[in-house]
């Protein structure tokens, strides 16, 4: 009786709801984002307030193919250094100030040359951009970059109103002013980040909500728990080991999408002292590693099958995935004699870290429990996050449990990591064949040569597993059933369009 | 008295000093540079140094205490790292919520503990003294932060009766913000609860063999007066100046309970300080916490002598 | 031998403090949990148990059953193996943590207490500057420094429980300098060392005790909030408050993974704060 008034309470609330009244939208993000400035932040979870604040000049759809937002059309011209952008002729900052080709110029400026900001390296190859017309502009790059693209697809694409922006200097990030379809309206740090409708969004139509409302709620079953109190009306990252529960809930919807990202066991192969163990120095034990673990088994215990198994840097539906090298079934045998011929049969040892929170825990302790069938002797060392990425980067390590959040551009899970000036390779791999093949790959925008050059990358790497890949996330968002509209993207945004309280 | 304050103010100088230096020193002691955790995922050596050199990691160690110690006498503990945040305002930002928690957990505390005590006191050696002496060895000993995990369990996700957390500022909200502080609360206050009983037991029965209790009751007066007007007025004496100091270590123990319920508060920015190598702000955070406990002794011993006149005499 | 002769520096002596402790009820059942939990680390090894890492991906999160009686975990491992070599850690890291802050607070005290002067002031100052900082704030960032490991967390816990004996070191020293037989000791010309040797270590070792045992009982809880927050015990080897971090993760899946951590640090936790307790009333001279 109770449950039926509250039914039907709710029925009629969801109705108001989508009978014009005001539709506000609490999501529940696992973090704080930093500062709200484009060009400075750094987090994950600022890119997602980004997405309902800050148009971009190109954006990406859930297949990862680029479609216009800002710019409507765009060419290379023949030796692929100017790229020329038209852009939309309807749009306004929150603060009027109109959208045209000098803020484009002004924002490619500022990304490249405040000094406070995080995007010139992601945009090294561009040399500067100029007003062609009112609405088209032309950036010059000094030599073909395949990842431009992906780029300005994200936050160094983001566009930020010029007027504010040289008002509030590096403090743009406490007023941001872009040119969504939310604008700002207040943040609490640690709290709150509170947006509301920009009545004069160029695409309003297609925004049903009135004000967006972030609460960074970093633990996971308290996300899950607020959500289902209806304290929040959405979540992003839900804990792939409450899918299943959540899924059967009726009050609830759970979307989820294989990410971009992976996680993976870095080899020290080539980075300092600690390089020159065993697994540093020889192929074979690597590769016995690689054939001991389960990562379906891995998938099913950790994860309840939520997440992708995969062993390349990219998940297995991605286009640039190589289907001659599929994820391996598990072969304890092989791994086995992998270790007697290299004269390993009473067994080796092995350290490995990782951060120290319980899931990247669980996945060791499976993994060690899987090695330690073979002969190798995994010995974990946890590590809270910072302290980890410092011993990574100093070489103080054998092997190191880490993830890569993905990029949209292949380039971007691969080069900076295996490549021998690669900023984040600290596993000191260095190959002269593959950086060829890395460089090459990412300075032609022909899409089928650079699956040819990754393909053939992945021979080497298969063979010699400085990276050992274990799995993909997923993202896993769950909402309010009564929430329409929302489409799961591999890059974890949630994109405000079109989502709306079902009307019933 | 005067020079009593005096005395313990001029001590306390070098303590303050000795903890300003250690807890400065933790940032040189402490594995993992603040700068690579700072810069996440995105660490290009420019990046790297800019900000070295923007927030002085360059200077030597001596430059740097003193430079940080005289900013923060002026008020100025720094820069947050991660928040990206001057570590004073974070600090005023916190301490509403940290004092809501330990203030709501104080009241609760004093309302089972005190009068727990005073009952046991009175019927010392019946089963009701036993029973209240083994609860409050019990909240002595259960870690809080598994009464927590058992109250979210019990009370959110089985009985669904108040929120598991989402904290909501007083100001904001103050009926949701008390509702969703209560089990923390509660959880913070068990231990304090269980020492107040404990304190009160004992300051109870050293009053009841006093001289003036039997006086009274010689008076023919009754008991309940006898206890309640007479006995309770002086046993509560040294329980007020306790739960003064007790309120210190509120502080502490609000590290988990903040961690398991995910209040945003001091003790949670203490130990997401700490993980992600925010030093200014555990430097900030201690020292601050640390000067406040001093003075919380001071104030009670203060408070402990006017309140006590033996005690005046003796000093 | 000399001092157990001398009446005067063995205020109490062992029957009458088992007498005491025996009347006490509450006391005995501590004494039986601590026991208790002692035999299960000791015995861990020979137990019919199986080791506590063993996984089983077959047999993950199951609850209690006649095969695992507590449950298994996320691992498929068994919890009550898990939880009997979790005691071990626990009931190591309380004794050994308190064992280094009885070592070096006790000495520190006394020299405090005995020599006064700049030695008391220096070390008293140093005291009051690390008791001003939160117990368990100091521990984090002690062990943050140190890295996670057991022997780590325990020398953190330690260094974090320190001053609470140089102070109390400290005071019964003062008081025990100022009693007739240790002025007459002096005036006759014993040399410091015996005296500290003969009169003040055992005055002061009744109290010592008692707070070592209530401080273990701190340290455990202490070990196992550094563990929850993952600077203690290390994977795969069980604690207690690991096993309570990871059973956070299934709280509506498996609550029985949170159940038995937080009881064996509670049960034993509690056996040492009785069996203190008991003690202090023991070797109370003034309460008969």
């Known amino acids: 009786m109770k449950l039926k008034q509250t039914a039907a309470l709710s029925a009629l609330l969801a109705a108001m709801a989508g009978a014009g009244h005001a539709q506000e939208l609490r999501i529940g993000l696992q973090d704080d984002a930093d500062a709200l400035d484009p060009d400075q932040s750094r987090t994950f979870v600022g890119r997602i307030v980004y997405t309902a604040l800050c148009d971009k000049l190109i954006d990406i759809t859930p297949d990862l ?21 038209q852009l939309r002729e309807d749009v306004v900052f929150h603060d009027g100030t109109p959208f045209d080709a000098e803020a484009v110029v002004y924002n490619i400026d500022r990304s490249l040359n405040l000094p406070e900001s995080r995007r010139s390296s992601e945009i090294a190859s561009v040399e500067g951009a100029e007003v062609v017309d009112e609405h088209a502009v032309v950036i010059t790059v000094s030599q073909t970059d395949a990842t431009l693209l992906a780029q300005l697809a994200d936050r160094a694409g983001m566009m930020i109103s010029p007027a504010a922006a ?7 990030g406490s007023n941001p002013v872009c040119s969504g379809p939310f604008s700002f309206v207040e943040r609490v740090q640690q709290d709150r980040i509170e947006l509301e409708r920009f009545d004069d969004y160029w695409n309003g139509d297609d925004i049903h909500l009135d004000t967006v409302v ?6 996971t079953s308290v996300r899950l728990a607020n959500l289902r109190s209806g304290d929040l009306d959405m979540i992003e990252r839900l804990a792939a080991t409450d899918f299943q529960t959540a899924s059967n809930d009726d009050a609830l919807r759970v979307e989820d999408v294989v990410a971009l990202g992976y996680q993976g066991i870095t080899m020290n192969v080539g980075n300092g002292e600690r390089a020159e163990g065993p697994f540093g120095q020889e192929t074979a034990l690597r590769q016995a590693l690689h054939l001991a673990i389960d990562r379906e088994a891995l998938n099913q215990v950790a994860f309840d099958g939520a997440f992708a198994p995969g062993n390349q840097p990219f998940p297995p539906d991605s286009p640039f995935y190589d289907d001659r090298f599929p994820v391996p079934e598990r072969d304890p045998e092989r791994a086995r004699e992998l270790l007697e011929e290299a004269g390993h049969g009473d067994g080796v040892t092995l350290e490995v870290q ?8 669980q996945v060791m302790e499976i993994i060690q429990a899987m090695a330690a069938e073979v002969g190798i002797d995994v010995s974990l060392r946890a590590t809270e996050f910072a302290t980890m990425l410092d011993q990574q980067a100093a070489g103080n390590f054998e092997g190191s449990q880490v993830g890569w959040s993905g990029r949209v551009d292949p380039d971007g899970n691969i080069h900076q990591f295996l490549h021998c000036e690669g900023g984040l390779n600290d596993g000191g791999w260095c190959h002269e064949r593959t950086d060829e093949l890395l460089d090459g790959a990412r300075t032609t925008n022909d899409v089928d040569a650079r699956k040819d050059m990754y393909d053939e990358a992945r021979e080497i790497f298969d063979a010699e597993q400085p990276i050992i890949y274990l799995y993909h996330p997923s993202w896993i968002w769950a909402m309010d059933a009564a929430i329409e509209g929302f489409v799961p993207n591999p890059d974890g945004m949630i994109r405000l369009e079109g989502v709306r309280y079902a009307a019933e | 008295m005067l020079s009593f304050i005096a005395r313990r103010l001029l001590i306390a100088i070098p303590t303050v000093l000795i903890i300003s230096f250690f807890v400065f020193s933790l940032q040189f002691l402490l594995p993992g540079d603040p700068v690579l955790a700072m810069a996440g995922e995105e660490r290009d050596p420019e990046t790297l140094d800019r900000l070295r050199e923007q927030y002085g990691f360059n200077d030597p160690f001596l430059v740097q205490y003193f430079n940080w110690l005289t900013d923060a006498l002026r008020g100025d503990l720094g820069q947050s790292l991660r928040m990206n945040q001057p570590v004073t305002a974070l600090i005023v930002e916190k301490l509403p919520v940290t004092f809501q928690l330990a203030v709501m957990a104080l009241i609760f505390a004093m309302a089972i503990g005190i009068p727990m005590g005073i009952l046991s006191a009175v019927r010392k050696g019946s089963w009701l003294d036993y029973v209240a002496n083994f609860v409050a060895l019990s909240g002595l000993s259960i870690p809080n932060f598994w009464l927590g995990i058992l109250l979210i369990l019990l009370v959110s996700v089985n009985l669904g009766w108040l929120p598991a957390s989402g904290y909501r500022p007083f100001s904001v909200d103050p009926w949701l913000s008390i509702q969703t502080m209560i089990m923390p609360a509660f959880v913070l206050g068990t231990a304090l609860a269980a020492a107040l009983m404990r304190h009160t037991r004992s300051a109870m029965l050293q009053v009841l063999r006093s001289d003036y209790v039997r006086t009274a009751r010689a008076k023919g007066l009754r008991e309940k007066v006898v206890i309640l007007k007479h006995a309770l007025r002086n046993a509560l004496v040294p329980v007020v100046t306790v739960s003064a100091l007790l309120f210190g270590e509120l502080l502490a123990g609000a590290v988990l309970t903040e961690q398991i319920f995910t209040i945003p508060g001091f003790g949670k920015l203490v130990v997401d300080a700490v993980f992600s190598r925010d030093y200014a702000v555990v430097q900030g955070i201690v020292l601050v916490t640390s000067v406040a406990f001093i003075l919380m002794n001071l104030l009670a011993d203060t408070a402990y002598m006017i309140l006590n006149p033996r005690m005046r005499d003796g000093a | 031998m000399t001092a157990a002769a001398d009446p005067q520096a063995m205020p109490v002596r062992q029957g009458r403090v088992w007498r005491k402790l025996r009347a006490r009820p509450a006391a005995l059942f501590g004494t039986g949990l601590v026991t208790l939990f002692v035999l299960m680390a000791v015995l861990a090894p020979v137990l019919p148990i199986p080791g506590p890492a063993e996984t089983s991906w077959t047999a993950v999160r199951e609850p209690p059953s ?39 607070g006790v000495p520190l005290g006394v020299l405090a207490g005995w020599r006064g002067g700049w030695t008391d002031a220096a070390i008293s100052r140093l005291t009051e500057a690390l008791l001003a900082v939160p117990f368990l704030i100091l521990a984090i960032a002690f062990a943050a420094f140190l890295g996670p490991s057991l022997t780590n967390a325990m020398i953190a816990i330690g260094i974090a429980a320190t001053p609470i004996f140089i102070r109390l070191a400290r005071g019964q020293t003062l008081a025990v300098r ?30 010592i005790i008692v707070q070592a045992t209530l401080t273990i009982a701190m340290a455990i809880i202490a070990e196992a909030s550094l563990s929850f927050l993952g600077l203690g015990q290390q994977p795969p080897d069980p604690s207690w408050g690991g096993m309570l971090d990871s059973a956070r993760g299934y709280m509506e899946q498996a609550p029985w993974m949170a159940v038995w951590p937080g009881a064996g640090i509670f049960l034993v936790v509690l056996g040492f704060n009785l069996m203190g307790d008991g003690l202090r009333d023991a070797l109370d001279p003034r309460e008969t």
């Open chain 1, 214 to 219: 972030f609460l960074p709620i970093p633990d």
């Open chain 3, 178 to 207: 100022t009693e007739d037989y240790v002025e007459s000791a002096r005036a006759c010309g014993v040399r410091e060392g015996a005296i500290l040797r003969r009169y003040i270590l055992p005055n002061i070792a009744p109290p």
């Open chain 1, 166 to 172: 040289e008002e509030q200097g590096t403090d743009f």
């Open chain 1, 65 to 85: 193919e680029f479609i216009p937002q800002l710019a409507t059309d765009w060419s290379w011209n023949d030796d692929e250094t100017e790229l020329t952008m």
């Open chain 1, 354 to 361: 990782m951060a120290n929170n319980p899931v990247q825990t």
């Open chain 3, 66 to 104: 006649a095969q695992h009686w507590l449950g298994t975990d996320h691992n498929g491992r068994d919890l009550l193996s898990r939880m009997i070599w979790g005691a071990q850690a626990s009931l190591l890291a309380g004794v050994v943590s308190v064992g280094i802050a009885v070592c070096v």
